[in-house]
């Protein structure tokens, strides 16, 4: 009896499955599925279900469920949507805990359709879970379990998991896969997600002891700050490559803030990979290689790669892909280069970095030699192989009858794979399929070949420079045991319902949706954040009196509902030193705000100390559809939208998430301190961002938040300017 530890276990390794739909109609995809799984070598249960009976493939059909006189662990249904709320009905009373819905037509076709993918998900709630509709389901060979059209899929099983919402092109990736020599413990092609979803699958296969590496093809996720809170879990444990296609939209025209309109479409993807380790790719090469790299190479790799050519063309064409892909070519260290300057002939090679040999087949002697010095070399992470003629037959294309003997060559083949195995240093090798194109298919026949063999034995062959970096520059973004970095626990220690309070009250007494300054700081202050407090005056005379309390020198801003952007229109007075200069600006302010926004009403101006120069920096927060609020962080001041040097992260941030994105920043050394600008408080900035963070998570109604500037000082930062704008629906 399987035993089932996760319920969707009984999706994988189900040992009685019931085909709804299968006829004795060949063509039909139900019995297409029985025939795949019979071809496939399922030896569990099969059952046929239709209300008009007959026999399929030797199978009697059940007119229902209820007629079968055995346990289900898995119902596979392929029936016209519209009577499978019914089914669904009868798969619960026969006590079926997990169903396939292979059809199409539901919530993808329009309203409904999507009406009756919500009825069959209330109907299911915690008795039944359900894969689909409108998707191909699950691939495991563990379980002999395949897809419609998966009869020949290797049986065999690896330790790679895919997950896709097409049938279709999970067949396609697990096709090119498959062909590569990659292995799958699970695969699942999800359909609309009605009920399990990337967040379930993504959970399960993290869990699962069998998979090692997760890939994903994904169009969009259903629950985004769930997916992101569990890939974040996963982060350093087993690499996880998402293809990710179709960015999303943020509505950054329609955005009143800073924030908002710095977020571009693709902003909280670029977030969400580097919060939670996870491998974004763009295409299935690379995809493809990516899952061979991880395949051989499973703890990822570091940056130094030392290259070794059999000759010179190559040499720059692979040192520019290892330049743009971010990898490195480090001088070897002393040693190593004296002694590879003594193994190599003196004409015609070159034994820095990247190395030349001069020779296509090189002597198994001296190959084995160069890369032991290689692999010795401390400054060398991994060690990428080029043109070296592993191949018998392009050996004889290229060197006639002076190609080294076959018996020769193939005892290169172990060459690498000793070297590999003696210092544990990964080694790649690139064999271009441009060389087979010379000849005949055989030549193709033997390059996989050659590939297979090096696979097996953990090197993984890539078929360009371009593609070898690409898919290393992917190896080194993965850290086993790098997902240390932790929310911290509240750094504001007083209760949190209390600082709402503020907040709640606030927006209780008036209906506005774009908070004004002086109820922004109120409410920062509240947080514990350092603001320059304004103090409300309504007219000249009471600007006066409040400036002469609070001292000078001073500023003076305008205080109007529809002015978000102040000093765009003359609404700042920065400076202020005495009386007069007091007088004057509230004269100016008046006259520029009547002559450039006539409609505005003003509510007065607000007079706040001056603070100290220092670095104006900006912080934010706007929310993306798909992930929710994000925190902005970047060089600030009035021209933050020209300079656009910021970076995001998706909120709740991590001490790390903190560290990082300030790091980002292509100014960041002059917040490390430049010329006259003196080092800036980082630590003081990052502990702000964590607040920000939790002070965003505690008040849910906040749409877009700036505070621009941030005024940054070699001990702690103040806010001198604030905006937050509301959803009061949240
Ligand atoms: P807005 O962004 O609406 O135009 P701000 O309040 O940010 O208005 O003021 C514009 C600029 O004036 C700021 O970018 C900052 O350089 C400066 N400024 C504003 N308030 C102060 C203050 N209290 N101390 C020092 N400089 C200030
Ligand atoms: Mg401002």
Redesign the pocket.
């Known amino acids: 009896m399987t035993n089932y530890n996760n319920e969707l276990d009984y999706f994988f390794r189900p040992e009685a499955i019931a085909v709804i739909g299968a006829s004795e109609n060949l063509v039909s995809y139900g019995t297409r599925y029985i025939q795949a799984l019979l071809d496939f070598g399922y030896k569990g249960k099969l059952y046929a279900v239709n209300h008009k009976g007959d026999k399929v493939l030797g199978y009697k059909i059940y007119r229902k469920l209820a007629d079968i006189p055995d346990t289900i662990d898995l119902a596979f249904i392929t029936i016209p949507s519209r009577f499978i709320v019914d089914i669904v009905k009868e798969c619960i009373e026969k006590g079926i805990k997990a169903a396939v819905l292979f059809t199409a037509g539901f919530s993808e076709t329009g309203e409904q359709g999507r009406i009756i993918e919500q009825q069959i998900v209330q109907i299911a709630e915690k008795k039944i879970r359900i894969m689909g509709p409108n998707c191909f389901g699950p691939y495991c060979p563990e379980g002999v379990i395949t897809v419609v059209t998966g009869g020949d899929f290797s049986k065999e099983a690896g330790t790679v998991a895919l997950t896709a919402q097409s049938g279709q092109l999970s067949e396609c990736i697990i096709g090119r896969a498959l062909g590569e020599g990659i292995r799958y413990s699970k695969v699942a092609s999800y359909g609309n997600a009605s009920d399990i979803n990337e967040s379930d699958l993504l959970e399960y296969l993290m869990q699962d002891d069998d998979t090692k590496i997760i890939t994903s093809y994904l169009e969009g996720v259903k629950d985004g700050p769930q997916y992101f809170d569990i890939a974040r879990r996963n982060s350093g444990k087993k690499p996880l490559i998402i293809w990710k296609v179709g960015l999303t939209q943020i509505g950054a025209a329609a955005s009143s803030s800073h924030t908002g309109s710095l977020a571009g479409t693709d902003t909280a993807w670029n977030a969400f990979f580097q919060q939670t380790n996870a491998i974004p790719v763009s295409t299935l090469d690379e995809l493809t290689d990516t899952t061979v790299g991880f395949s051989c190479i499973p703890e990822g790799c570091g940056l130094r790669v030392a290259y070794v050519s059999g000759g010179g063309a190559g040499t720059v064409i692979g040192a520019d892909a290892c330049e743009i892909s971010g990898m490195k070519m480090p001088d070897f260290a002393a040693e190593t280069e004296a002694k590879l300057r003594e193994l190599l002939p003196n004409i015609g090679t070159s034994s820095r970095n990247p190395v030349d040999i001069g020779n296509p087949h090189p002597p198994l002697e001296l190959l084995e030699a160069l890369l032991e010095t290689m692999s010795a070399d401390e400054n060398i992470d991994i060690i990428v192989i080029r043109r070296v003629l592993f191949s018998v037959k392009m050996s004889k294309i290229f060197s006639g009858t002076t190609a080294p003997p076959e018996e020769q060559q193939q005892a290169l083949l172990e060459v690498p794979v000793r070297v590999r195995n003696k210092y544990k240093k990964p080694i790649i090798i690139i064999l271009p399929e441009d060389l087979t194109g010379v000849e005949s298919i055989e030549l193709e026949v033997e390059r996989r070949n050659i590939r297979d063999y090096f696979f097996a034995n953990g090197i993984p062959v890539f078929l360009s420079e371009q593609r070898t970096f690409n898919a290393l520059s992917n190896l080194v973004k993965f850290r086993v045991g790098s997902g240390k970095d932790i929310i911290p626990e509240k750094i504001h220690k007083s209760v949190s319902s209390e600082n709402r309070k503020i907040f709640l009250d606030i927006l209780k007494k008036s209906d506005r949706n774009i908070l004004d300054?002086i109820q922004c700081k109120t409410i920062l202050k509240e947080y514990g954040i350092n603001v320059?407090e304004p103090v409300l005056a309504k007219s000249e005379d009471e600007a006066v009196s409040v400036a002469n309390n609070l001292g000078y020198p001073?500023?003076m801003?305008i205080i109007s509902p529809q002015?978000?952007?102040?000093?765009?229109i003359g609404?700042?007075k920065?400076?202020l030193q005495n009386e007069d200069q007091v007088k004057n600006a509230y004269g100016e302010i008046m006259t520029a705000v009547k002559e450039k926004t006539a409609e505005a009403v003003i509510e007065g101006v607000s007079l706040?100390?001056?603070?100290?120069?220092g670095l104006?920096l900006v912080m934010g927060m706007t929310k993306d559809p798909q992930f929710g609020p994000m925190l902005m962080f970047g060089l600030?001041?009035?021209f933050v939208e020209v300079i656009k040097d910021v970076s995001f992260r998706i909120v709740p941030l991590t001490n790390k998430d903190a560290g990082d994105m300030i790091r980002q920043i292509k100014a960041y050394r002059m917040l490390e301190g430049y010329r006259e600008q003196p080092a800036v408080d980082i630590e003081y900035l990052e502990k702000l961002l964590l607040k920000l963070s939790e002070f965003i998570e505690e008040n849910p109604e906040i749409k877009e938040m700036d505070i621009?500037?941030l005024?940054a000082y070699s001990d702690g930062a103040?806010a001198?300017?604030a905006?937050i704008i509301l959803d009061r629906k949240q």
């Open positions: 300054e320059t001073m500023v801003k002015i978000t952007h102040k000093s765009d609404g700042v920065l400076c706040q100390k001056m603070a100290e120069p104006e600030g001041g009035t621009n500037p005024i103040v001198v300017d905006r």
